[in-house]
C-alpha cells in the first residue's frame, strides 16, 4: 500500500496499522518536525535510551525556531545567574503568578506551576548542551539585542494590571550571539546535540498521517519521502513538534480571523499540519483563536512616555505595556489608523521604523494642528491629551494606570503623531493555539483523555503561551523547548 488516495489516509484521516502490509522502518520514537521542541524531545528522549527517529519536512533544521531571536524567558528559584548579577532575585511563585496571568483565563495552571519550579533548571539544561549566555543585561526597552547581551526586560512585568499580581523581574534570556537572529545559533547548538546522541534523522521527510491500531492507540507514523510513502513504527510513540498555522491562510480565516488583519504572518512550514494530524486521532485543539501580533514601535524607549490613539483619537492601552500587547490591543479596535503622539522631549525616531513602516503621520506646533491633519473627529484628540496631561502632571493614570516613571505631559512643541496603521505597518503574527496536552506532553481528546502513543510540543499545541493580549517574549521557546524535553522523557519511558 502506497498511495495515499486510494489508501484513503491523509493528515485528516489516519491510516490503519491493519493495513500497513509492511513497516519500512521500526523505532522508538518517531518525532515529526526539527525545530526548538523537536531538537529538546530528541536529546532528552535520546538521553533516556530510547532509539529516536527525526522526520524533518525540510531539508535542513530549524524551522520558524531558527528564524527567531532565539530570546527564552526564564527566572525563579532565586534567579538564573545573570539575573542575580543584575542584582534581580525572582521567585518561583512571582514567576508563576505572571505566566498564570499572561496565560489569559484559561491559563493552564499545572504547565505554569511545573514550568516555574524548574525554569532555573531549564536554564542550567541549555547551558549543558553548549547554549552560552553573556552575563549582561540591558536595563531600557529594547524588542530584542542589537547586541550579543543576554537578559532583557521582554514582557509586560513592569506594566499594570502584571505588576500588581507579581513581583517585577526581567526574564528574557538571549543566547550570546552578535544582533537579532540568535534563534539560528540556538538551534546548531541543539542539532549539534541531536547529532552527537546519533539520533536517526531524516530530512526531506513529510508527516502524512498518523498509524492506529485497532485500540486507537497511535502506533506509528506514514512519511512521504522520495516521492514514496512509507510506515513507520514507533514503539513508544509519536511526538508532533510541527509548529503552529499561521502559514495556512485559510485555517487562520476559519480560526482566527482577526490575525489576518495583521499583514505579515512569520514562520516557516507553519501549515498547521502538526495540529490536523492529532486531530485526525480525536486529539482537542484549543484556543485556536489565539496568537502572537506584534508593531515594534519602541525603542527608543522615550515612546513610551507618549501616548497610544485610535482613529477616533481616544487611548485605549497603558502604552508602558509589552508591545505585542498593545498590537493586541490595536486589532481590537475599530478602524485602521493608529498613531503614537510625542512631543519634543518624547520622540526618538522608531529603531524598527523603516523595517516596520513606521513614519511620521503628522507635526505641528499645537496639538490641534495634529488633530486636523490627521482628519480626527474635532476636539477628540484635543480631549485625549488634555485629560491625559492633567494627570501626567500628578504622575497619574487613572484611566489606563501606566506606570509614573513612564508619566509626562506631552507639552513641548513641536508635536508629532507616528503612523501606525494597521493596514501598511508590518505587524508580525503567528499562532498560538493547538493540541491541548498534559504537561508530560501527552495529547488529549476533547473529554480530557490521552491519546495513547500520541505526544506533542512546541506551536503545535496550546501551551504556556495561549493568549496574545499576555504573550512575552520568549515564552514561545521557553514552552518549546521545555514541554518539548518533557514529551521526550515521558515517550522514551514507556514501556513496549
Ligand atoms: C522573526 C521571529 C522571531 C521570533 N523570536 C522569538 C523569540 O526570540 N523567542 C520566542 O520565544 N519566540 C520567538 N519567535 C516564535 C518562535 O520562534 C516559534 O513560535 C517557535 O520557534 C516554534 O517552535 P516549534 O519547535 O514549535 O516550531 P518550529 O521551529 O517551526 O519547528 C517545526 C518544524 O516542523 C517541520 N514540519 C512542519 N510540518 C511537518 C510535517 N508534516 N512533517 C515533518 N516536518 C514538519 C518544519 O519544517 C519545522 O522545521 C519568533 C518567531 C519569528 C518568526
Redesign the pocket.
Known amino acids: 500500500m502506497t498511495e495515499a488516495s486510494s489508501a484513503g489516509y491523509s ?1 485528516h484521516r489516519p491510516c490503519r496499522a491493519s493495513d500497513v502490509a509492511h513497516w519500512d522502518l521500526q523505532t522508538e520514537v518517531a518525532i ?7 531538537a529538546s524531545a530528541a536529546i532528552e528522549a535520546a538521553n533516556a535510551g530510547a532509539k529516536v527517529t527525526l ?4 531539508s535542513g ?13 526564564m527566572g525563579g528559584n532565586g534567579g538564573t545567574p545573570i539575573q542575580r548579577s543584575a542584582g534581580f532575585t525572582d521567585s518561583s511563585d512571582d514567576l508563576y503568578e505572571y505566566l498564570r496571568m499572561a496565560g489569559g483565563p484559561d491559563a493552564d495552571a499545572a504547565k505554569c506551576r511545573l514550568y516555574a519550579d524548574h525554569s532555573l533548571a531549564h536554564f542550567e539544561w541549555l547551558v549543558a548542551q553548549g547554549v552560552v549566555y553573556k552575563n549582561s543585561f540591558i536595563p531600557t526597552r529594547v524588542v ?1 539585542p542589537f547586541t550579543d547581551d543576554c537578559l532583557i526586560w521582554s514582557g509586560s512585568e513592569e506594566a499594570w494590571p502584571f505588576c500588581e499580581s507579581a513581583k517585577p523581574c526581567p526574564r528574557g534570556h ?1 543566547p550570546q550571539w552578535m544582533g537579532l537572529g ?2 539560528k545559533y540556538l538551534m546548531d547548538v541543539l542539532a549539534k546535540r541531536v547529532a552527537d546522541l546519533e539520533v536517526d534523522v531524516r530530512f526531506d ?4 498521517a498518523l498509524i492506529v491500531d485497532a485500540s486507537h492507540c497511535v502506533v506509528g507514523l506514514v512519511i512521504r519521502s522520495e516521492g514514496r510513502d512509507q510506515f513507520v513504527r514507533a514503539m513508544k510513540g509519536v511526538i508532533l ?4 498555522f499561521i502559514m495556512n491562510r485559510h485555517l487562520v480565516q476559519q480560526h482566527a480571523p482577526h490575525l489576518a488583519r495583521a499583514n505579515t504572518p ?6 498547521g ?2 495540529i490536523q ?1 492529532g486531530q485526525s486521532v480525536g486529539a482537542h485543539a484549543i484556543h485556536m483563536n489565539e496568537g ?1 501580533v506584534t508593531l515594534p514601535w519602541y525603542p527608543p524607549e522615550s515612546l513610551i512616555k507618549g501616548i497610544f490613539i485610535n482613529e477616533q483619537g481616544q487611548r485605549f492601552i497603558n502604552e508602558d505595556c509589552y508591545h505585542g500587547r498593545t498590537a493586541q490591543m490595536i486589532l481590537q479596535q475599530r478602524g485602521t489608523r493608529f498613531y503614537v503622539l510625542a512631543d519634543q522631549e518624547t520622540y526618538g525616531e522608531p529603531e524598527f521604523g523603516e523595517f516596520a513602516k513606521i513614519g511620521i503621520g503628522a507635526a505641528g506646533d499645537s496639538w490641534q494642528e495634529i488633530e486636523k491633519e490627521l482628519e480626527l473627529p474635532a476636539g477628540a484628540l484635543m480631549a485625549t491629551v488634555e485629560l491625559y496631561n492633567r494627570h501626567a502632571a500628578n504622575g497619574e493614570d487613572p484611566l489606563f494606570r501606566k506606570g509614573a516613571k513612564w508619566l509626562k505631559p506631552l507639552n513641548k512643541p513641536p508635536f508629532v503623531a507616528l503612523d501606525c496603521r494597521i493596514d501598511y505597518c508590518t505587524y ?1 503574527t ?1 499562532t498560538l493555539g493547538g493540541l491541548e496536552t498534559l504537561p508530560s506532553g501527552e495529547v488529549l481528546d476533547a473529554s480530557r483523555e490521552p491519546i495513547a502513543g500520541l505526544y506533542a ?4 499545541t496550546s501551551g504556556l503561551p495561549r493568549w496574545g493580549a499576555g504573550y512575552s ?6 514552552d ?1 523547548t521545555f514541554f ?1 524535553r518533557q514529551a521526550g522523557l515521558n515517550a522514551a519511558q514507556q514501556r513496549v
Open positions: 493528515r515529526v518536525g526539527f525545530g526548538a521542541a523537536g522526520f524533518e519536512a525540510t533544521h530549524g524551522g520558524t525556531s531558527a528564524l527567531s531571536g532565539g530570546e527564552i524567558y530584542e538571549t540568535g534563534g521527510a513529510r508527516a502524512v513538534c510541527a509548529g503552529g512569520i514562520g516557516t512550514v507553519d501549515d499540519s502538526g494530524l502572537f508580525f503567528f510540543a512546541g506551536r503545535t517574549s520568549g515564552m514561545s521557546l521557553a518549546a518539548g
